[in-house]
């Protein structure tokens, strides 16, 4: 017979939503859950606990729902500035690419992101990332794109990794250089994506680069350019994913999934075999439905064909000062639901086991499953598919990194 085993710590009196990949919609009552070295050492059915096992730390759930700790996959929540004038200008009836073709979006957060400094950009950008982990979040991914020359590309991933140093979250980084055409590379998009190439390897030696992004649109780079940047990620070996199919299909998602990338994002357009080519590439589709509500947009990513052809679709805030700033995970759950019409297991798998695909995590984070990381949020909700169905209310009553209960949040 095995000993009793000794826990760091167990949870009782919860209800678990496990959300695996292969089971999203199930369900554990009257569960419980045990943590040891940060990992889950158990979890199933409170009356199945096993005989004269003991904790050093025991939390009585009073009956709240255990889930994964949120991922929000998709973020740039580095950066300085805001532009709420952007926004009365669209409410004027200007559009979004007008506005970036005239200097201002992205290129307007790239002057405010250029003139801060590290402090400067690390305290502008804590509260929104303080707000992320107060709605569970205990995965962020974080983008560079708003520097655009090397120094200042640096310093935004540097801060990120700060971010992931000092608070109790995984950080994980994409260097997102190929975001917009700086004006001193005007006429010259080729010369800009090869001082991109050439940056690249420096900052991966750096340890500053996890993933490498780029935005593949009418506004921003071809398909050719991005893969020349694919093809210099590929050789150090980093993985990819992209912004494809915002405002028109260049051809993202084909290019993603020739590239076995980790996800296409947006995807408000995109063709049956670019939808192919995901499911092909085994890619996450990473839906932002905040930049849709923000940009008023009335298209749609084509849930229903990507939902037939087995595509993992991800759900993130795309937080970002323009076309999308909100640090809510629990405002896109909400969103993907009534603007893309997810289901909320969707979107709840979307924000989890899912998302943590879309980061190359899939065996670390993002579900209640044995050995992964004991990262959990506990809410007070009756069912799970409330965090869905309301708006401005949050109901995270405690959130564990790595097993460890969050104090400061
Ligand atoms: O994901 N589309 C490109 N990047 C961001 C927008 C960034 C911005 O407008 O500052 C996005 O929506
Ligand atoms: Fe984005």
Redesign the pocket.
């Given at each position: 017979m095995s000993a009793a085993p000794a826990w760091d710590a167990l949870w009782r009196h919860v209800h678990l939503m496990p959300l695996t990949a292969a089971d999203p919609g199930a369900t554990v009552r009257d569960g419980a859950l045990a943590v040891r070295g940060g990992r889950i050492a158990w979890l199933g059915p409170q009356a199945a606990l096993p005989a004269g096992a003991t904790a050093a730390r025991e939390h009585d759930g009073g009956g709240a729902w255990l889930l994964p700790g949120f991922i929000d996959c998709?973020t740039?929540v580095v950066h300085a500035g805001q532009r709420s004038e952007e926004f009365e200008l669209r409410l004027g009836g200007e559009s979004y690419e007008a506005i970036a073709r005239r200097g201002g979006g992205i290129l307007s957060t790239v002057r405010a992101t250029r003139a801060a400094g590290e402090e400067e950009l690390y305290a502008q950008s804590l509260p929104r990332v303080r707000n992320l982990m107060r709605e569970g979040v205990t995965t962020l991914e974080v983008k560079s794109g708003y520097g655009l020359e090397p120094e200042a590309e640096a310093r935004m991933l540097r801060v990120a990794r700060r971010l992931g140093r000092e608070l109790p979250l995984r950080v994980k980084t994409s260097f997102l250089g190929a975001h917009a055409l700086p004006p001193e590379y005007a006429g010259r998009a080729d010369d800009y994506v090869a001082m991109c190439c050439e940056l690249l390897p420096t900052l991966a030696a750096e340890g500053l680069v996890d993933a490498v992004d780029a935005f593949c649109e009418g506004i921003a780079f071809s398909t050719a350019q991005v893969e020349r940047l694919f093809e210099t990620a590929r050789n150090l070996g980093l993985p990819v994913k992209l912004?494809a199919g915002q405002l028109s299909d260049l051809g993202g998602a084909e290019l993603i999934g020739r590239f076995g990338g980790l996800s296409a994002?947006h995807l408000e357009e995109v063709s049956d075999a670019g939808i192919a080519a995901l499911r092909d590439g085994g890619s996450v589709a990473v839906l932002?439905p905040g930049a849709i509500h923000f940009l008023r947009e009335t298209r749609r990513p084509p849930v229903a064909k990507l939902r037939a052809a087995g595509v993992p679709m991800a759900l993130a805030s795309?937080c970002?000062p323009g076309t999308s700033p909100m640090p809510s995970i629990l405002a896109a759950l909400n969103l993907g639901c009534l603007l893309l019409g997810l289901t909320p297991t969707e979107a709840l798998a979307g924000a989890t086991c899912h998302a943590a695909a879309a980061l190359g995590l899939s065996n670390e984070t993002g579900s209640l499953e044995l050995g992964k990381a004991a990262d959990l949020a506990l809410w007070e909700v009756e069912r799970p598919a409330q965090l869905c169905a309301t708006l401005g209310i949050n109901a995270c009553r405690h959130v564990a990194f790595e097993g460890c209960l969050r104090t400061d949040q």
């Open positions: 998709h740039h912004h994002d932002l795309d970002n």
